[in-house]
């Protein structure tokens, strides 16, 4: 029986639970519910162990982590006793991703340091990054939240780099909700994408930071979405954990909330699966068959996958992931110096 998880232990089982779950479901991200089933076997992909090529993470994951980078580049300001813009340093981490996926920064941004995350070759690959990823930081302005880039753009690729801004702490729930609305306006501007950002923050910080159990965390995360001006993304959450609680297929969870495409699809199929597993055995069990319902679906694979590792990741810390599935994924130290690198840079000032 696992012992209440340190910090330290949430932080990397966060980080890391996240990388599982999206490298499993980068396998097949670009497959329908028929063809995983058909390549995989009735109960769909279920373990590293049936691939055949690489287990690898995808931009999912890189964001995740230049996320985390960006975060750490401001606290390592504050802790010197110089205030910084944190999403500005976020605006320039993610400019430094983008050169990583083999684009020219624009002209018109600031010139990013480097920083010891850019020289990790596990991270310069193309792993389908997102368009409007691509598109809001290839413009060359930092958008806000008065002024998002792609106002029009809800796709998930605010909500699977959020997780960790609930893990800061020393920060009430509120400033961890603000930096992840501020960071999603840098690349989305739908509201869903904006408030579905916030959402995962709130979820992950009740948590890491409150104490709180997975049913208390999906509800105040829940209570938040219901404050936005976006009611599709309650009104998914709540049809999430119906689901969940009546048992429902996965093609059940398809027909109502999606292929998780869109920030607020994503964050429910996510919510859905670990809520629907919650009965397993233990927790390595309840992170195996929650990555299970989070990828085996027609849609977004990666990132409901990612959404749900780092919840479960939170949740349980490190030792309730799968060392099996941690010593085949590919960068998987990479993962974990950037979650030391955030705890000690938090434990610094």
Known sequence: MLTDPTFSDRVHGCLLGGALGDAL????????????????????????????????FSDDTQLSLYTVDGLVDAIQWANEGVAADETACLWLAYLRWLATQGETPPSSAPVAPPRWIDAQTVLRHRRRPGAACLSGLRGGEMGTLSRPVNPEAKGSGTVMRSAPFGLVPHIPVEVADRLAMNAAALTHGHPAALHGAAVVAVLIHGIVRQGMSLR???????????????????EFLETAVRLADDDGSPEQMSAALGGGWTADEALAIAVYAVLASEAAAGPEQHFRAAIALAINHDGDSDTTGSLAGNILGALYGRDGLPDSWAAALEGADVVTSMGRLLVDTTSAG
């Not at 965390?217 to 309650?234: D, F, I, K």
Request: hydrophobic share 45%; no cysteine.
């Open 25 to 56: 479901g980068f396998a097949v991200e670009t497959l329908d519910l028929e063809s995983i089933r058909a390549a995989y076997g009735p109960a769909g992909l279920t373990s590293p162990t049936q691939l055949s090529g690489v287990f690898r």
């Open 216 to 234: 208390e965390a999906v509800s105040a995360a829940v209570a938040r979405a219901y404050t936005s001006n976006v009611p599709e993304l309650a």
